[in-house]
């Protein structure tokens, strides 16, 4: 005979959240890391500190803020698309539950160079 069902209720940390998201987000192609704007921002990367990126806001509204960076020359708008589907569906299946908003913000495009190779000619390739 199966056990009657109890309503409960759980309880998920603000932390537990950011790191649904930030393992989401940095699952996304073409995102590159986080910016943190805030005042404190400036002081953080002059430390060495990663920026944080990511406010979530609880209460009568479930809100996400995301500061992001880009990968150069990726269309924005795509990457930005990605990001919403990636972040939705993580909280989605983790809490079952969505945001009630979720903001996204482009803070800067990194461009990082590929290794140069050196061109195969008939002097180098050993033969």
Do not use: C
């Not at 959240?17 to 005042?39: C, H, K, M, N, Q």
Request: no cysteine; proline share 6%; charged share 25%.
């Amino acid at each position: 005979m199966p056990e009657p069902s109890v309503t409960g209720r759980s309880l998920v940390t603000r932390r537990a959240i950011d790191e649904i998201v930030r393992t989401a987000v940095l699952g996304s192609y073409g995102v590159s890391g986080f910016v943190d704007d805030g005042p404190l921002g400036s002081v953080r990367r002059l430390v060495g500190l990663r920026g944080r990126g990511i406010r979530v806001r609880t209460g009568e509204a479930f809100t996400v803020d995301l500061r992001l960076t880009v990968g150069f020359g990726l269309p924005v708008a795509e990457v930005a698309r990605q990001v919403d589907s990636a972040v939705r569906y993580a909280l989605r299946r983790a809490l079952d539950r969505e945001p009630d908003r979720l903001t996204i913000h482009v803070g800067a495009m990194r461009y990082e160079p590929s290794a140069a190779v050196s061109p195969v000619t008939p002097e180098t390739d050993g033969r």
